[in-house]
């Protein structure tokens, strides 16, 4: 018998004794008039409940399928010895994107239910350049996907790299502090953003477009830092003392003097809390 039918057949089953005892009681005048009209009034609510039963059911029963159906892929990529340079390119949509170091070999790990079609990754020389682009295929219901598709992307930590990265309702983290990002592009729709700059690049400039309700950039310290805000309406802090605002609303570094790198980014778009931070000296790696 089918698992549905084996539930229906348990609450009918249930049900029958239940009311046959009522009906029971009723004709040996053990239950009164009046107690009849309110059964006969509530009834309905035997119904509610087995409905409610089914679906709580069935929703762990869907739980318990989708957690049945993730897969785990790796897709590691080589990078040759000679390359001088990185661009790497990344369209990610519906879902959790992580970018960090690599430890050994760079890949993209990809935690995805099996109806989903492999991440496409594409890898060619430009002279002393790699141009690395990897895309997320669409799904046909996003909205069905997004809690089940999760990047991990890793990149050479000694390799200068440019990134330039188009996502749509994703939640980001990326962790720069151990890489050589040298510039940074990025179009970003809603979602939770986190993003860690490191102090190991000379010079980081970076433009960033983003509609996110929760915007974070970690600042490395030390550093020359300048944060130009193109949205002046957008809600900022800042809860590190290091920043200062100008009187046309960029934040700069309070100490320029001993700096070691630079830091320069534009931010844009319709941004609702952006959250500037300076990491401390003594948490430096």
Known sequence: MHPLAKRIALLVSVFCPVLGLFLLSYNLRLIPDSTLRIALDLWPLLLILSGILLIVDSLKK????????????????SIDRKTEGILCRVSFSYGTLNITSADKDPKVRAEQISAMGDPVILKEERGTTSVLTLTMTQPFFPSYFQLLNTWHVTLPPSVPTRLEMHLHEVNLSMDLRNLCVESMEMRAGSGKQEIRIGHLQKKLSAQIYSSSTDLSITLPARSYIQVILLNPFCRVDYPQGDLERREDGSFVSANTKTSQNSVEI????????????????????
């Open 266 to 285: 534009a931010i844009d778009g319709p941004i609702k809390n952006l959250v500037l931070d300076v990491e401390d000296s003594e948490g430096e790696t």
């Open 62 to 77: 869907r739980r318990s399928t989708r957690s049945s159906l993730i897969e785990t892929k790796e897709f590691p990529f």
